[in-house]
């Protein structure tokens, strides 16, 4: 028997000051309400989609040593790191850390496959801790470590507050840990906020699984119905922001502490067959081994898995130092993508289709962010200048 889990969002005190300079013009406009409960700073923006007016400027794409694009074959946030050096770090599959220096050229590789110190069996995560780069492996159920020197140091094991953690972000005084729970009560993502408390803040449960007869075989699908609300994050220490659940709602940490909550007032509605379609415009294709994919056609889906009852409102979140929320409302896998902004007080500044979700900003506020490149096939890192 095969089995398949659906992503959880398919089936994954300085902020937001009224003084600062974009704040200060937008903080009376009547389409935005603002309000305070028990501390915590509410945000509602109740103006209809409306075009950017920023400008996007392509400077480069990350390359090789000889300055031809570098190709990925995927770029999930998670994947990509920068440091205060403007240097940039991609995980890809095959185990392996590039590294690409300030002007986006490739300089060097870290890593590969093993089960010594400086080696991967199964990274799902590149993240930082200090100055040391690591990724969290979940085979080894260890965080793989090199230091400054990208010199491989000792492991740091998922134990304690890190136990069962499928996604970490650190911050002085403690981290940001997402991990899936299977108990008696049920299977499901938590995120916990405050390492030493280790009590969870968000849990979504994941529902019950499915089970589809296709491709000869019985297949087990795991993580509820398809379309089913996740938990989207996104840390800049020492700020997080938080989405979960199928509202447009997003709050924001400073440490552990949640002392905002930005919102949009946007219809809800349930999912169709017309997003199935954009999630799996070629059916779902699984692989077995070297042969040709399995394809599972929508309507078997439907059929046997399920639609969730509520379209989820966001898709991803990301924030950068300068204070700015981005917002990603279509799925990873749709084209055009449509992304919302919001300034710094947490201000709806408009909406952009046909570019990606930002993964990282450079040092000089470039922004990095995935592109596909149709001759290939493959995905670039394109460096985005962005003019406002």
């Given amino acids: 028997m095969s089995r398949v889990r659906l992503p959880l969002a398919l089936a994954t005190g300085a902020m937001l000051a009224a003084s600062v300079a974009c704040g200060r013009d937008v903080a009376q406009r009547p389409d935005v309400i603002r309000s ?25 794409v990350l390359t090789d040593s000889l300055g031809e694009p570098w190709l990925f074959t995927a770029v999930p946030p998670r994947w990509v790191i920068t440091d205060r050096a403007g240097r940039t ?30 080696e991967m069996l199964y990274p799902v995560q590149l993240l930082q801790q200090g100055d040391s780069v690591g990724v969290l492996d979940d085979d080894r159920a260890a965080i ?27 911050r002085f005084g403690g981290a940001w840990v997402q991990r899936r729970v299977v108990d008696s009560l049920g ?3 938590e995120l916990v906020v405050d390492t030493v408390a280790n009590v969870a ?15 000869g075989t019985r297949i087990a699908f795991e993580g509820g119905r398809l379309f089913a609300s996740g938990l989207h994050w996104h840390a800049a220490a020492p700020q997080m922001v938080v989405s979960s659940g199928a509202d447009y709602e997003i709050d924001y940490y400073e440490g552990p502490r949640l002392f905002a909550r930005v919102k949009r007032s946007l219809p809800s509605r349930a999912p169709t067959r017309d997003d199935l379609r954009r999630l799996y415009p070629d059916g779902l294709q699984l692989r077995r081994g070297g042969g040709p994919p399995c394809v599972i056609d929508g309507e078997t889906l ?17 924030r950068f ?7 990603r409302r279509s799925m990873p896998s749709e084209r055009p993508s449509v992304l919302d902004v919001f300034g710094t007080d947490g201000t709806y500044l408009g909406s952009v289709r046909g570019l990606n979700l930002p993964v990282g900003q450079l040092p000089n506020d470039e922004l990095l962010v995935p592109i596909d490149d149709e001759s290939s096939g493959g995905i670039q ?3 985005i200048r962005v003019t406002r």
């Fill in 201 to 215: 803040v968000y849990a979504l449960p994941e529902g019950r699984g499915a089970m589809v007869q296709a491709c």
């Fill in 187 to 189: 299977a499901r993502e």
């Fill in 144 to 170: 793989v470590r090199w230091g400054p020197d990208l010199g491989a140091i000792a492991d740091l094991p998922l134990r304690g507050a890190l136990h069962d953690a499928s996604r970490v972000a650190f």
């Fill in 381 to 383: 890192i394109a460096r």
């Fill in 302 to 318: 439907e059929r046997d898995v399920g639609f969730a009852d509520t379209m989820p409102a966001v898709h991803g979140v990301a």
């Fill in 36 to 60: 305070d409960s028990a501390g915590v700073r509410l945000i509602t923006n109740t103006a209809p989609d409306t075009a950017l007016a920023w400008r996007f400027d392509t400077i480069g």
């Fill in 321 to 327: 130092r300068e204070g700015t929320l981005w917002v």
């Fill in 89 to 118: 770090y991609v995980l890809e599959r095959d185990q392996v850390i590039r590294r690409f220096g300030r002007d986006g050229r490739y300089e060097r590789s870290i890593g590969r496959r093993g089960g010594a110190p400086g």
